[in-house]
Each structure stands twice: as C-alpha cells, then as structure tokens.
C-alpha cells in the first residue's frame, strides 16, 4: 500500500529556505499524483503545490513565485523547495497522493486517498 513520509521541516528566519521531501513507498512514484499541502495553527489545510504522475505541476497562490516543486522518481521522492519564507508560512506541511483527476481540482480540494504524518515548518519573524 502507498505510503508516505514527510522531512525536511525546521526553524527557519524570514527570508530563509528549507526543502522538505516526500519519500513513497508501496507504489512506484512514477505512477503517483503526489500534492503538497499545509495547515497553520487554528486554519484549514489548503493545498500547495502538485506534482502529476504525467509531468504537469500547479500552485496555489500561495505558492507562486516562492515555492517549486520536483520529484525524482528514480528516488521516489518528491521536493518542495520553499524560498523567501515568510512567517505566514508557519504551518505543518504534508505531503498526500493517491488522487485522479484534473490537477487543479485535488490539489485545491486536497481529495487525496493517503496523507503522510507532516512535517513542521516555523518562520521566525
């Protein structure tokens, strides 16, 4: 069964950066929708950025211009580089899969089959 397992996460200084990864196991990721999404303390979980099994990617606004995401599928890994971290980007990060569909739609509605413990992300102002 698909499993997922979230690092990378830490304090870090606005301005900083940090790269969290995914690692999978259970499934090849090469056949794999893999989304990264956060929820900061008291908020919803809301969706990140998204990694289609077929090479598309897709951010949310929150994303844009400061986050890329990037898989390595011979390491069954999935990246997200996050640059430029503000303290509004607190939150514990997690990475999901096991989804179908039109990118944009699970990736901003986080309909996802399987989630990953997170991983936690501070931004010290």
């Known amino acids: 069964q698909l499993r997922l397992v979230e690092s990378g996460g830490g304090l870090v200084h606005t301005g900083g950066s940090l790269r969290l990864s995914c690692t999978v196991s259970g499934h090849p990721l090469d056949n794999e929708n893999i989304g990264w999404f956060r929820q900061a303390p008291g908020t919803e979980r809301t969706g990140v950025a998204c990694?289609?099994?077929?090479?598309?990617?897709y951010y949310t606004d929150s994303a844009k211009g400061r986050f890329s995401i990037a898989r390595d599928n011979a390491k069954n890994t999935v990246y997200l580089q996050l640059n430029s971290l503000k303290s509004e980007d607190t939150a514990v990060y997690y990475c999901a899969g096991d989804a179908a569909g039109a990118i944009q739609n699970w990736c901003t509605t986080g309909r996802m089959g399987v989630w990953g413990q997170g991983t936690r992300v501070s931004v010290d102002s």
């Open positions: 990694s289609s099994y077929d090479g598309n990617t």
